[in-house]
């Protein structure tokens, strides 16, 4: 099984107390660490502009800001974003920021995908809301455009939501055709279907009967098209509430919901009790047999998020050092 590890970038609330000016320093602190280890093979931002779980004016830096800062700060690991938005940034222009960012890191970029879905901040930033169709559609035509970009130095598209006539893009990525398309979302009968045209990873619902269901209709999308299933890399996230013992955990747990108090009181419980209920939450050895039971589903990389992360690197470093090693 491969691990990827989530960054805290404040849009969960993630550095709430830590001064501005300390938060690059943060966030660089732990992709170094993960750079350095071996546990992790990728670090993870999320493409937000506005917190979780409500707008509450706290941090939330900008995704592809933070990929190009990591991949002139990092070595090692792969660059992805959970996930970026299409229609936040026309996608020819995107096509040339993610060509810069794999020139960069040395072609180590990841291009998390798709149709967004967060309407507070897409009507805050002007981009109004459309439909899900049409988000999906949009998607659709940007991924088209991407794979032109990044294959042939142009692309032309006369689409519905999109028109692009001969943009250029030179250099290419470093990576032969592009970073590799991560299509996030269980959309199943459209955004399912775009990932079995394009993706090399998927990313949907990670708990167990959700993910089969996913993962079957995935099969069943791959099979119309004629390829085959297993070229699809599937992938989810997941909480991490990790402890030597059960008492550890449950402290974690006060944590979480102790943290949140302090700028989302409201949701503070909620959110706590969503850690609680998640897959990996438990001792090791808890968490061993849970991502078992998992590999055996056919989710074979696991995009890790700690709450704690910015404060207190315990828990991962309890996870690297006795849940990685017994997946390998």
Not at 112 to 132: D, K, R, V
Not at 243 to 261: F, K, N, Y
Not at 296 to 304: D, F, Q, R, V
Request: with cysteine; aromatic share 10%.
């Amino acid at each position: 099984m491969r691990f990827g590890l989530f960054i805290p970038q404040g849009w969960r609330q993630d550095l709430t107390g830590i001064e501005p000016r300390d938060h690059w320093q943060t966030m660089s602190g732990l992709a170094t660490h993960a750079d350095e280890g071996d546990a992790f093979e990728s670090i993870w931002v999320y493409d937000h502009f506005h917190a979780v779980p409500e707008p509450n004016g706290e941090a939330t830096h900008e995704a592809w800001s933070l990929i190009n800062a990591f991949a002139a700060s990092t070595s090692r690991v792969r660059l992805g974003q959970m996930c970026t938005c299409m229609a936040y940034r026309n996608p020819a222009y995107l096509a040339k920021v993610a060509t810069t960012a794999d020139i960069i890191s040395g072609g180590r970029v990841e291009m998390g995908i798709g149709a967004g879905w967060y309407e507070h901040e897409w009507l805050a930033y002007g981009y109004g809301f459309p439909s899900a169709g049409q988000r999906i559609a949009m998607l659709d035509e940007g991924v088209q455009i991407f794979k032109q970009m990044w294959t042939n130095g142009t692309a032309t598209l006369a689409g519905e939501h999109y028109k692009v006539d001969g943009a250029q893009l030179s250099p290419l990525p470093l990576q032969v055709d592009g970073p590799p398309l991560w299509i996030a979302g269980g959309g199943e009968k459209k955004t399912l279907r775009i990932a079995a045209e394009h993706a090399a990873y998927t990313n949907f619902a990670g708990a167990p009967e959700a993910f089969t269901h996913k993962s079957e209709i995935l099969r069943g999308h791959c099979d119309a098209i004629g390829r085959p299933f297993e070229e699809i890399t599937r992938s989810a996230n997941y909480n991490v509430v990790i402890g030597a013992t059960e008492a550890e955990v449950d402290d974690r747990i006060a944590w979480v919901e102790e943290h949140l108090s302090n700028t989302v009181p409201g949701k503070a419980a909620e959110v706590a009790e969503d850690f609680r209920n998640g897959p990996l939450v438990g001792t090791p050895e808890q968490i061993v047999e849970k991502l078992q039971e998992l590999e055996k589903l056919g989710m074979t990389y696991a995009i890790t998020y700690f709450a704690e992360a910015a404060y207190d690197r315990s828990g991962i470093e309890l996870f690297e050092s006795q849940v990685v090693p017994a997946l390998r």
